[in-house]
């Protein structure tokens, strides 16, 4: 039994890694217009180490009441996810990055390729924590922060740097991330039930 699980395991885990590499191989040979390549590089140099996740975050702490908080909490899921994917999943998986000469990404494509193994995405990570944490705070973002952190993932496979499965990962890591931020940040903030009856207690 124990032989038939590991048997259908590793069979799945072989599949999900063929997908991976047919769907990374689709993108890099898709042909597109030479702006969007070059939007798309771009925009994966400018989320290297946080960057406009950062911007945006001082753009918010300029605000007081709930923009603030959901910068706060926003640097904080960023932090925790950097730790995350760089101290424990990229050294639990060492998935090598992709060979982009092999596949053909295109030379206008291309951004430096990192040092780093591939797995989980960090970029994707960061920017899906980012995402998360400040629309607890602030609804409205949502949409906004939740399609730049779409497209900065997408920009990562585009660019030849990673695996559509990278990505995703970097997301879920991303998301779980931010949600212990958030509820870590919430049971800091929220009245002690001591206190509560304490403040009772008079009037009672």
Not at 52 to 74: K, Q, Y
Not at 178 to 193: K, N
Request: aromatic residues 4%; glycine residues 8%.
């Amino acid at each position: 039994m124990t032989q038939r699980i590991r048997t259908v395991a590793d069979a799945a885990r072989a599949g999900a890694a063929s997908a991976d590499a047919a769907l990374y191989a689709a993108v890099a040979r898709s042909t597109g217009s030479s702006r969007l390549d070059e939007a798309l590089s771009r925009l994966s140099n400018a989320a290297d180490h946080s960057k406009i996740s950062l911007a945006i975050a001082a753009l918010l702490a300029t605000r007081s009441g709930a923009p603030r908080r959901g910068a706060v909490r926003g640097l904080a899921a960023i932090g925790l996810t950097s730790a995350s994917a760089n101290l424990l999943g990229k050294r639990l998986f060492s998935r090598r990055r992709p060979d982009w000469d092999m596949i053909g990404v295109p030379l206008r494509r291309r951004v430096r390729m990192p040092a780093s193994t591939a797995f989980p995405s960090g970029h994707s990570a960061s920017a899906a924590a980012f995402a998360v944490a400040v629309s607890s705070e602030v609804p409205a973002a949502a949409l906004p922060l939740g399609a730049l952190a779409a497209a900065v993932g997408y920009s990562r496979v585009h660019t030849g740097v990673h695996y559509p499965g990278d990505v995703l990962a970097g997301f879920a890591l991303g998301a779980a991330c931010a949600a212990a931020v958030i509820a870590a940040d919430r049971r800091r903030t929220r009245p002690s039930a001591g206190v509560s009856a304490g403040e009772a207690a008079p009037g009672s």
